[in-house]
C-alpha cells in the first residue's frame, strides 16, 4: 500500500489539492521551530496537532493505532512581512513503505495552553504553470501529485509562486 493513500487526517489536505512528494528526504537538517512542544494547525482541522520535539524535528503522535505518528522537518524558506515561512518535509510511513510531503509554515501566536502555535499549508501542484513545470523541473507524477526531485528548485518554486500568498492571512486560514 502506497503510505501517502493511509494518511493520518492531519494531513488528508494534501489528497484535496494535489501535493508535492518526494520518494526520499530532501530536507539535509531540519530546525525546531521553538522550544519544546509546538501547536501544528491546518485550517477546518480541529483540535491543532501537538509536534514533540524529535531530534531535528518533530514527533505527531497519532490517536490511532492503525496510523503511523508522523514525523516533520523544516528549514527557513523566506520572509514575508515580519514573519518567517518555513518548508517542511512530512514523512509518511505505512509499515516498509515511506514518501515525504511537502507543506510550507508560519508562526501564529500561542495556543491557549501556551504552545507556541504554527500554521501550515499544503502548496497544490495542480496550481503550476506549464512553464513553472519546466523551468524549476518539476514532474506531474501523476492528476494528484508532483515529483520533487530538487529542494533548491522546488524552494525557488514556492517564493515565486506563493510569495503572495505568504502574506495573506485570508490564505493561511484557506478562505481565499
Known amino acids: 500500500m502506497k503510505p501517502h493513500i493511509t494518511v493520518i487526517p492531519f494531513l488528508a489536505l494534501t489528497l484535496v489539492s494535489g501535493c508535492f512528494m518526494s520518494a526520499e528526504p530532501r530536507?539535509?537538517?531540519?530546525?525546531?521551530?521553538?522550544?519544546g512542544p509546538v501547536a501544528f494547525c491546518m485550517p477546518d482541522e480541529e483540535p491543532c496537532q501537538t509536534g514533540l520535539p524529535d531530534g531535528d524535528g518533530y514527533l505527531v503522535v497519532s490517536g490511532n493505532e492503525d496510523e503511523e505518528d508522523l514525523r516533520l522537518r523544516f528549514e527557513a524558506l523566506t520572509e514575508s512581512g515580519d514573519a518567517m515561512i518555513y518548508i517542511g518535509?512530512?514523512?509518511?510511513?505505512?509499515?516498509?513503505?515511506?514518501?515525504?510531503?511537502?507543506?510550507v509554515a508560519r508562526a501564529a501566536g500561542e495556543t491557549p495552553e501556551g504552545l507556541a502555535r504554527f500554521d501550515l499549508m499544503m502548496p497544490g501542484c495542480s496550481d503550476m504553470t506549464k512553464d513553472q513545470t519546466v523551468r524549476f523541473?518539476?514532474?506531474?507524477?501523476?492528476?494528484?501529485?508532483?515529483t520533487v526531485t530538487d529542494l533548491a528548485n522546488f524552494r525557488a518554486y514556492l517564493i515565486e509562486a506563493y510569495a503572495d500568498h505568504f502574506a495573506d492571512p485570508a490564505w493561511w486560514a484557506d478562505e481565499d
Open 89 to 103: 518535509e512530512a514523512e509518511l510511513r505505512d509499515e516498509a513503505d515511506a514518501a515525504w510531503t511537502y507543506l
Open 27 to 35: 530536507i539535509e537538517t531540519g530546525a525546531l521551530l521553538a522550544d
Open 137 to 146: 523541473g518539476i514532474v506531474h507524477a501523476d492528476a494528484y501529485t508532483c
